[in-house]
């Protein structure tokens, strides 16, 4: 008989809807800090005037469609396992939305100052882990209608990435104007399911350690607990000068310890003409955004005369959700470590630069495979995780080391068609995202009903002019744009033109770029004066250690100087001419060093061999 009743309890255990936080999820949880919650904001602008009741009627009708937005978290006994989702017993929905006014004046630095404020406050963890402020007063915010309203909800990144919190928007808003007058839905019942006690949560967190044996126990988390806190007080006492480390990222302003006051700016970008710009340089979306962030970030350090030699490393966030997963709140992320050409003066050469990185980095990222990556943090078990994060703040371990990145910047897709909340437009939609110590800077790029904003995150003592940031993203997009339509221009000059030999340059510089030791040895500039019958035109080969670039543009003092016919050229590419008698025949001209003449004609006779 007593079997059978603790066969039924194991049963009863294992069967129950009990949602476990995964260990990516959990990662969130460590993080959080006094200084640094963890959880994701939207400041979205609604035209016209919306009764407040009438949005919390609205939010209330939806919650079904939600379930974590009536769970909270569970932490199981002695923090042995991840923490479980259960049904909240006390949900209150008047504990979560509230009514706010903007104070005078009430202008865009107003709305930003008051969102900063409420992005700052940290959610309660004993909750269900969102809030949402409905601000009304908006009437003297330029570009925002009269009677607007802004929303500005927090939902903790424990239970929602980027792409979720797009498909949270698609259940809150709608796509049509013709919802005005429609009453929303009664709330449907809400039943919780009563709170499981310690012995269930051990007895399925038990089942769970057998499932996966690299859950390790609470022992080992108390062990390193001890180990690390002697040997953290030992290392405190070692000087900063004596740790060397040999990692390529730059330590910058971003990576220190921040404040609990959170500053942000936005820069709002038309996506037709990134789209544009990208199609003429033949790069992703992704790589343009990178590179407009990466003169911002540039020009702010190189103020400050604090740009490093090295480039910065961002740590570029990849959603790896499959069709159908759209509204699973959960984390379905990885990372990609890309080098953004900061120590790149001209625009369209870091642009270059990046698309090369995050070519190779796209590689490797699929060669080891994303959802493997994101899935070994659930090797860790969570007490060691936890403690070990909470170490890493408390000791100030950042700095004895370099750290892995710079700066977070991030792109998610959102709605391409207009949004809308009882008949009324959303105009616009900003996402705020969480720093933390070592990391101070996050940029978000949301795209919705074509515009793309641009939105900076960071702290009152990393950036506190977030603003001007904002205009240098702007400014930067406009630099690139110059340049990227004036090149343009010049490659119709060049269609006009007739310019046969672009294809040698194409393949002489896939040629080099594939094999490192090629670029070793013919490392430097080399100056291309290509005659076209009735004009000129130069072409810089660029050779450097890392890559190789191609651009129209005169160098002043050339490794080699190379004068030729592009008809010769072309000749040369296709076999119908050898190098050799082309000299000889003062076909083609060389000036430079001897030893430098010797070193690319010998480099340019392989590539033709081998073409």
Known sequence: ????????????????????????????????????????ATLTIVEGSIAFNDFKEIVASKLHLIPKFRKKLLNVPLNLDYPYWVDDPNFDIDLHINRLKLPDPANWKTLREMTSSIFSSPLDLRRPLWS???????????????????IVSKI?????????????????????EDDKNKKPSPPKPYEPEPLPDEISLLIKSTYGFFKNPLKVPKLIGETAYSFLKVKMNSQLKIKRSSLKSTYATPKTIFNESVSPKRTWGTAILSFDRINTLRKIMDVSVNDLILAICAGAIRRYLEEREKLP????????????????????????????FVKIGT???????????????????????????????????????????NLAASLYSKYNIKEFHRPPFNVTITNVPGPQNLLYLKGHKVVGI??????????????AAFSYNGLVSITTTSDAKTMPDADKFSRYIRES?????????????QKTVEKVQNIKSSVFFTAFKKYLNEDEKRRQKATGLYDFDLNLGNSEINYQL???????SVKKKKTAKPVVKIEIDDDNLINLYKKNLVLQEAIIQERVKLTGTKKNIDKFSQLLSEFLEKN
Do not use: C, W
């Open 1 to 40: 008989m007593a079997n059978k009743v603790i066969k039924n309890l194991l049963q009863e255990v294992l069967d129950s809807s009990m949602q476990q936080v995964s260990g990516q999820d959990a990662t969130f949880l460590y993080a959080e800090s006094p200084t640094s919650p963890m959880h994701i």
């Open 132 to 150: 949402i402020d409905f601000i009304e007063g908006l009437d003297e915010v330029s570009q925002v209608p009269k009677g607007s309203i802004a």
């Open 156 to 176: 903790h990144h424990v239970m929602i990435d980027g792409s979720s919190g797009v498909g949270i928007m698609s259940i809150l808003f709608d796509k049509s």
């Open 309 to 336: 030699v090295q480039p910065l490393v961002a740590n570029v966030p990849i959603s790896i959700r499959v069709k159908g997963e759209e509204h699973e709140m959960n984390n379905k992320i990885s990372n990609m």
């Open 343 to 385: 120590h790149i003066k001209n625009p369209i050469e870091r642009l270059e630069f990046i698309y090369e990185q995050t070519s190779v980095g796209k590689s490797k990222h699929k060669a080891v495979g994303a959802k493997a990556l994101s899935k070994m943090a659930d090797a860790v078990p969570f007490g060691l995780a």
């Open 430 to 443: 900003f996402g705020l995202t969480p720093v933390l110590d070592g990391f101070g800077l996050i940029i």
């Open 477 to 489: 997009a406009n630099e690139l744009e110059v340049l990227i339509l004036a090149k343009e221009k």
């Open 542 to 548: 660029a050779v450097l250690k890392e890559s190789v």
